[in-house]
C-alpha cells in the first residue's frame, strides 16, 4: 500500500508542478469537448514521421472538402510542429466529428485509432498512397481451423491495424499476453468445426497464426471487461520492453509465411503509450512520446507537455494509470523526421 500512495504522490506531483515544455516536434493541444482521446493519439501520430513521409507525398486538390479527414489530418500534424498555431487540431476534430464520431462524448483509444486510419485510407484519393498508410500499420494473421481426424488444415486471411491482447486478473508480461493470443482452442463437445474434407462436422483445433507485422506496430492491451452486462476495467501488470525481438511471436508464426514475415532477428522500439486513467465509466487520456528526433521522453497531458522518463513510463504497467494502446517502430525503418 505504501509503495502504491507514493507513486500516486509521485504522479499527481508532477502534474501539479507541470508547465508547457515545447519542441518544434512536440507541443501540447487544447482539450476541445472531452478531445483527449484524440489528443494522445494525434501525439502519437506527429510521432510517426514514416506517416508524415507519406501524406507529404500528397497535394490535395482546390476542389477537395473542407471535411476530408487526410487533409485536415495532414494540416494538424504540420501545424504541431508549428508552436505560434494557436489550435492545430480544431479543424481536424470537425472533420471527425462530421463523419464519425459524436462530440463531448467518453471515446475508447483503440477504436478512435481504427476509425482514424479507415477514414484516412477511404477518403484519400491517391490510391496508391492510401495503400501505404494501410500497410504501414498492417499486422497480417491467418486463422487455422484444423480438423482433428483427417488433419485437414482450413485457411483463412485476416488483417488488423492493432494486436488486441487479453490479460489476465493476475500478473502478466507482453510476451505472456501474445502467446496466449495464438494459442490453440479445442472445438468439442457441441462447438465441433464443419470440415470440407470428412464433410461433416468433426472436433477441431482453432487458432491464429501470425502471418507478418508491419513497421509500425500497435498494440492494445484489453483492459476493459464485460461482467453481467457491466464494464469494468482491468488494473492489473502488465509489463512491457522499450525494445523486443520478434522472436517472441515465434510460437504464433505461420507456415503459410509472407515475404515480409518477421524474422528472429528483427527488433522492435517503443515510441509512445497511450495512457488510460480512471475507471470503465469514467477516464482521461494522455500519452507518453518518444520522438525520433532526440530519443528523449515526453508525458503530454492536453495542453502540458513535459520532459519524462523511461521509470514513468514503467509506472503505467499497473494501477489507475495504465498503458492501454503501445507503439512499435521496427528498428530497421528508416524515414526522415
Same mark, same amino acid.
Given at each position: 500500500?505504501?509503495?502504491?500512495?507514493?507513486?500516486?504522490?509521485?504522479?499527481?506531483?508532477?502534474?501539479?508542478? +507541470?508547465?508547457?515544455?515545447?519542441?518544434?516536434?512536440?507541443?501540447?493541444?487544447?482539450?476541445?469537448?472531452?478531445?483527449? $482521446?484524440? /489528443?494522445?493519439?494525434?501525439?502519437?501520430? +506527429?510521432?510517426?514521421?514514416?506517416?508524415?513521409?507519406?501524406?507529404?507525398?500528397?497535394?490535395?486538390?482546390?476542389?477537395?472538402?473542407? +471535411?476530408?479527414?487526410?487533409?485536415?489530418?495532414?494540416?494538424?500534424?504540420?501545424?504541431?510542429?508549428?508552436?505560434?498555431?494557436?489550435?492545430?487540431?480544431?479543424?481536424?476534430?470537425?472533420?471527425?466529428?462530421?463523419?464519425?464520431?459524436?462530440?463531448?462524448?467518453?471515446?475508447?483509444?483503440?477504436?478512435?485509432?481504427?476509425?482514424?486510419?479507415?477514414?484516412?485510407?477511404?477518403?484519400?484519393?491517391?490510391?496508391?498512397?492510401?495503400?501505404?498508410?494501410?500497410?504501414?500499420?498492417?499486422?497480417?494473421?491467418?486463422?487455422?481451423?484444423?480438423?482433428?481426424?483427417?488433419?485437414?488444415?482450413?485457411?483463412?486471411? /485476416?488483417?488488423?491495424?492493432?494486436?488486441?491482447?487479453?490479460?489476465?486478473?493476475?500478473?502478466?508480461?507482453?510476451?505472456? $499476453?501474445?502467446?496466449?493470443?495464438?494459442?490453440?482452442?479445442?472445438?468439442?463437445?457441441?462447438?465441433?468445426?464443419?470440415?470440407?474434407?470428412?464433410?461433416?462436422?468433426?472436433?477441431?483445433?482453432? !487458432?491464429?497464426?501470425?502471418?507478418?507485422?508491419?513497421?509500425?506496430?500497435?498494440?492494445?492491451?484489453?483492459?476493459?471487461?464485460?461482467?453481467?452486462?457491466?464494464?469494468?476495467?482491468?488494473?492489473?501488470?502488465?509489463?512491457?520492453?522499450?525494445?523486443? /525481438?520478434?522472436?517472441?511471436?515465434?510460437?504464433?508464426? +505461420?507456415?503459410?509465411?509472407?515475404?515480409?514475415?518477421?524474422?528472429?532477428?528483427?527488433?522492435?522500439?517503443?515510441?509512445?503509450?497511450?495512457?488510460?486513467?480512471?475507471?470503465?465509466?469514467?477516464?482521461?487520456?494522455?500519452?507518453?512520446?518518444?520522438?525520433?528526433?532526440?530519443?528523449?521522453?515526453?508525458?503530454?497531458?492536453?495542453?502540458?507537455?513535459?520532459?519524462?522518463?523511461?521509470?514513468?513510463?514503467?509506472?503505467?504497467?499497473? !494501477?489507475?494509470?495504465?498503458?492501454?494502446?503501445?507503439?512499435?517502430?521496427?528498428?530497421? $525503418?528508416?524515414?526522415?523526421?
Amino acid at each position: 500500500m505504501g509503495e502504491f500512495w507514493s507513486k500516486m504522490d509521485h504522479r499527481q506531483y508532477r502534474r501539479s508542478t +507541470s508547465y508547457s515544455y515545447s519542441r518544434d516536434y512536440m507541443r501540447g493541444l487544447f482539450n476541445y469537448s472531452l478531445s483527449c $482521446c484524440v /489528443n494522445s493519439l494525434l501525439q502519437s501520430f +506527429s510521432a510517426t514521421t514514416e506517416l508524415l513521409d507519406i501524406l507529404n507525398k500528397w497535394y490535395p486538390s482546390d476542389g477537395i472538402e473542407q +471535411s476530408n479527414v487526410p487533409q485536415q489530418f495532414k494540416i494538424a500534424l504540420l501545424a504541431m510542429r508549428d508552436k505560434s498555431h494557436p489550435a492545430p487540431h480544431r479543424d481536424f476534430l470537425d472533420s471527425l466529428y462530421y463523419h464519425a464520431i459524436r462530440r463531448g462524448t467518453q471515446q475508447d483509444a483503440d477504436e478512435i485509432f481504427h476509425i482514424i486510419l479507415d477514414l484516412l485510407q477511404k477518403q484519400m484519393p491517391d490510391v496508391c498512397l492510401a495503400q501505404e498508410i494501410r500497410s504501414l500499420y498492417e499486422i497480417k494473421v491467418e486463422t487455422q481451423v484444423q480438423c482433428s481426424k483427417c488433419l485437414f488444415i482450413q485457411r483463412e486471411p /485476416n488483417s488488423l491495424f492493432s494486436l488486441p491482447l487479453a490479460i489476465r486478473e493476475s500478473e502478466n508480461t507482453l510476451e505472456s $499476453c501474445i502467446n496466449s493470443y495464438f494459442q490453440l482452442q479445442n472445438l468439442e463437445n457441441g462447438e465441433e468445426h464443419h470440415c470440407n474434407q470428412c464433410e461433416q462436422k468433426q472436433p477441431s483445433t482453432h !487458432g491464429l497464426k501470425l502471418v507478418s507485422l508491419p513497421l509500425i506496430l500497435c498494440v492494445h492491451l484489453k483492459r476493459f471487461r464485460n461482467d453481467r452486462g457491466f464494464t469494468r476495467k482491468l488494473h492489473s501488470k502488465v509489463t512491457f520492453p522499450d525494445n523486443f /525481438n520478434t522472436g517472441i511471436f515465434a510460437a504464433g508464426q +505461420s507456415e503459410n509465411v509472407a515475404n515480409d514475415s518477421p524474422r528472429a532477428d528483427e527488433h522492435y522500439s517503443l515510441y509512445a503509450v497511450i495512457v488510460h486513467i480512471g475507471t470503465a465509466m469514467f477516464g482521461h487520456y494522455t500519452a507518453y512520446i518518444r520522438p525520433t528526433q532526440d530519443q528523449k521522453w515526453y508525458y503530454a497531458d492536453d495542453s502540458s507537455v513535459q520532459p519524462a522518463r523511461w521509470a514513468d513510463v514503467q509506472d503505467t504497467y499497473k !494501477g489507475c494509470d495504465t498503458a492501454y494502446l503501445l507503439l512499435y517502430r521496427k528498428k530497421s $525503418c528508416n524515414s526522415s523526421g
